[in-house]
């Protein structure tokens, strides 16, 4: 039982082919089975900002990759005004190449004060303007227009109307 504990199990909310929810395993998906017998085709990783090795795990993570990311070296403001582009570009290019649905889970937990992108300390003070909530809502917006694609032009035109940077 005690292996378990290196498994963490969470829940992917979409109907899978036959119905019902989905089993999402943070861990290596052929270790969960061998210790519980149960199937899971999602897998899940967390990508520390800049990690890129897309292409490598993706396909190691089931049917139905879950990838997580963080925003451990550089902030929300950053990533709205477009620091993090090449990131969120080699992203996208890694789910496009890889031809099957993903589920992207960008700066999960954004309320737990541990995360470094959180908007609030533990003791509930506000941070600084570069964690605003305000700053991981834009953030959020342009990582959900650039991961999940299409013409540069369109991008650029929800960008705009968001009043972000191109």
């Not at 943070?26 to 967390?46: A, K």
């Not at 897309?54 to 990838?67: A, C, D, W, Y």
């Not at 090449?86 to 309320?111: C, K, Q």
Request: charged share 15%.
């Amino acid at each position: 039982m005690r292996a378990l504990v290196t498994v963490f199990a969470a829940l992917a909310f979409a109907a899978p082919a036959s119905g019902g929810v989905q089993l999402g395993i943070f861990g290596p998906l052929p270790r969960f089975q061998s210790l519980t017998g149960q199937h899971s085709d999602v897998g899940h990783v967390i990508f520390g900002w800049g990690q890129a090795t897309f292409s490598q795990l993706i396909p190691q993570l089931g049917e139905m990759p879950m990838i997580g990311f963080g925003a451990d070296t550089i902030t929300p403001l950053a990533i709205a005004r477009g620091g993090g582009d090449s990131y969120l570009v080699a992203l996208n290019r890694a789910a496009a190449d890889f031809g099957r649905p993903i589920y992207i889970r960008p700066m999960g937990e954004m309320n737990g004060h541990w995360n470094p992108y959180c908007a609030y300390d533990k003791n509930g003070t506000p941070r600084n303007v570069a964690h605003s909530t305000l700053a991981f809502r834009r953030a959020f917006a342009r990582i959900y227009l650039i991961v999940h694609g299409g013409p540069a032009a369109k991008i650029n035109g929800e960008l705009r109307k968001l009043k972000l940077p191109r």
